[in-house]
């Protein structure tokens, strides 16, 4: 009997639109609407060519109100189901993102932030983060945010997604951008499959039992209070248990970056470059943009000289880091806009700046 | 003679009327004289006849009808605003044995959803579509709607709709008739009880396009609305004479019958 050497997992080259997309093949994704939109146009293409082969469910719709809205109506079948676009096709999806959270239907959205407001360009951006951490849409609701920031944790991050829509009957966001779609990586592809959860609630036919009704509709006053209270229930939930975080160089530092995604990837360098010129910097990289890790985020702030908030936007994270950290230390901020990314250089002097001011105030 | 007598006879009583299984006994939320009440009556009845009550997944639009699923006891899924084909299309592609319908009002389907229905229709979408129009808003209190008439008065068209600054009526059936994917068009009235005995008729022939797996099915119906209309009952019915002379009733595509099904 010949005995087979087991192999390494090979490592391929990879660029990100494409590794989310095959990752959520393989997290066993049954049905993608999309429609055409730089910078997350080679996801659609992917899905165009890949769920057909597999005889699963590919659509490219009117718009990117048709593909949410199609993706509302499969996953409400109990059907696991992903939509991508990018900034401008997001804020069309706000209306059934809010649909999709009142009525609890999971879905997966996957948005390739470009530069903005409006049309803005196609460049790399974290413009979203209120738009998409925030809620989208109207109403009382929220969303989970998963924000990855290289090309092998969005591959990691598309099955839990899948698992935290199905697990809570809530849409789920991974927030990535221009530079995470675009850009090609060596990967060593750890795909994995979630398993099923028996979907109690969905609309299959009322073969055997009692019609069921997907709603967002509920006129008396009572009756809606009530559902929000549900919903608020589930979100607090999901608060104590799917936080995540991780760090860098913590443990001694005197000062930190608090970054997500890309703009984590530029902290990295920097923080290495901060240390190597003496400045024991380190890096809190949220990964749960919401549920937003508050609570670690707060602990950090008590024992350094003050936070940098690094962001390829003119600020929208920072106001979260704020209001975790409460006035513990004091929260800089340095960010770009239109698809520029910042230079390690240039956080490294804004994080000495940042220093210099914190130790002046201390001395004094 | 009692009257018990009359209808008893020797045989026993026979039922010549009744509520068809698949419509709730529930009191109605409709304003009295609304058109919707028959539509869902003859949606029910059909269903009931085709044995397709425990397959269908029905898409609720916006609106007056938005209830539909409180009537007919299938499951459902309420749609936002004009977005039914949409969902009514997700359903369908990930669940092929489902008997999909969806039901949607003038201002849902024609105004604020009309890229979703010639979508929709345009991509040949295996879905029973039944679309009301009585011409107004009727939930949010008698606004024009796509398809009021030229010269009516609403509450946002208060002195009349003038083609010069709302419009003109919008033949959106016949607009989707012209495409291929559509497999059945046709438009019916409730102006009276042979007009309803033709729509049931239409309403079954769009079923039976989906279940042969032709193509898009929609039957429009129109409706009346005396709260909106501000007439009474009776009036609003007699009206519908005068609407169709904007919205011709007819069939105006049956691809089943041109491939001689």
């Keep these: 009997m010949a005995i087979e050497t087991p192999r390494a997992p090979e490592r391929v080259l990879m660029k990100g639109n494409e590794a989310i997309a095959e990752a959520a093949i393989q997290a066993g994704c049954d049905a993608y609407f999309g429609y055409p939109i730089t910078p997350q146009a080679e996801l659609l293409e992917w899905m165009a060519r890949r769920m057909p082969e597999l005889g699963r469910v590919f659509i490219q719709a009117e718009s990117e109100i048709g593909a949410i809205n199609m993706a509302m109506g499969a996953a409400a079948t109990g059907a696991r189901v992903m939509v991508s676009s990018s900034s401008p096709g997001i804020s069309l999806m706000a209306e059934a993102m809010s649909y999709m959270a009142a009525s609890e239907v999971p879905v997966l959205l996957v948005d390739i932030m470009r530069g903005g407001p409006g049309l803005g360009s196609i460049g790399p951006a974290q413009g979203d983060y209120f738009q998409v951490v925030k809620g989208h849409g109207h109403g009382d609701y929220r969303t989970p945010v998963l924000a990855p920031s290289s090309i092998a944790e969005a591959i990691q991050l598309v099955p839990d997604a899948f698992e935290i829509a199905e697990r809570y009957r809530t849409p789920v966001v991974i927030l990535a951008d221009g530079v995470l779609g675009q850009a090609m990586e060596p990967v060593v592809p750890a795909y994995r499959t979630p398993p099923r959860v028996k979907a109690d609630w969905a609309v299959t036919g009322a073969a055997g039992r009692r019609p069921r009704v997907v709603r967002s509709l509920h006129l008396a006053p009572e009756a809606l209070e009530a559902q929000n209270q549900h919903l608020q229930a589930k979100y607090r939930t999901i608060q104590a248990a799917e936080v995540r975080w991780t760090g860098e160089m913590l443990e001694d530092a005197e000062i930190a970056i608090v970054a997500y995604g890309t703009a984590a990837r530029v902290a990295r360098t920097a923080i290495r470059q901060a240390r190597a010129g003496g400045l024991r910097a380190g890096l809190f990289r949220p990964i749960s943009l919401w549920p937003f890790p508050s609570g670690p985020l707060a602990e950090l702030a008590g024992r350094v000289r003050g936070l940098l908030v690094v962001e390829l936007s003119t600020g929208q994270m920072v106001e979260d880091v704020r209001l975790a950290v409460e006035g513990r230390t004091p929260v800089a901020f340095h960010g770009r806009t239109g698809g520029m990314v910042p230079t390690p250089d240039e956080v490294v002097t804004a994080l000495r700046r940042l220093w210099a001011v914190t130790t002046a105030l201390e001395d004094r | ?261």
């Design chain 2, 1 to 261: 003679m009692t009257i018990q007598e009359t209808t008893q006879g020797v045989a026993g009583p026979r039922v010549i009327a009744g509520r068809p299984a698949l419509l709730t006994d529930r009191s109605t939320h409709y304003c009295p004289g609304c058109g919707h009440g028959v539509v869902h009556r003859l949606i029910a009845e059909l269903l009931g006849d085709l044995g397709l009550g425990e397959r269908t997944i029905a898409v609720a639009p916006v609106g007056c009808a938005v209830f539909a699923y409180d009537y007919i006891d299938v499951d459902w899924i309420e749609a936002p605003h004009g977005r039914a084909p949409a969902v009514a299309t997700g359903i369908r592609r990930v669940r092929p044995d489902a008997f999909v319908l969806m039901y949607q009002g003038d201002g849902d389907l024609a105004a604020i959803g009309t890229a979703e229905i010639i979508h929709a229709a345009a991509r040949g979408e295996r879905i029973t579509g039944i679309f009301v129009n009585n011409g107004i808003y009727g939930m949010t209190g008698g606004q024009m709607a796509p398809t009021t008439l030229l010269g009516d008065r609403t509450t946002s068209t208060p002195t009349g709709r003038d083609p010069r600054t709302s419009g003109y009526p919008l033949l959106i059936t016949e607009m989707l008739a012209l495409l291929p994917g559509v497999a059945y068009a046709a438009r019916g009235t409730l102006a009276d009880a042979g007009s309803i005995g033709k729509l049931r008729a239409m309403l079954r022939r769009a079923m039976d396009v989906q279940l042969q797996d032709a193509g898009f099915a929609i039957v429009e119906v129109l409706a009346n609305c005396p709260v909106g209309w501000g007439m009474t009952p009776q009036e609003s019915i007699d009206h519908l004479q005068v609407v169709a002379e904007t919205y011709p009733i007819g069939v105006m595509v049956d691809r089943l019958k041109a491939a001689g099904a």
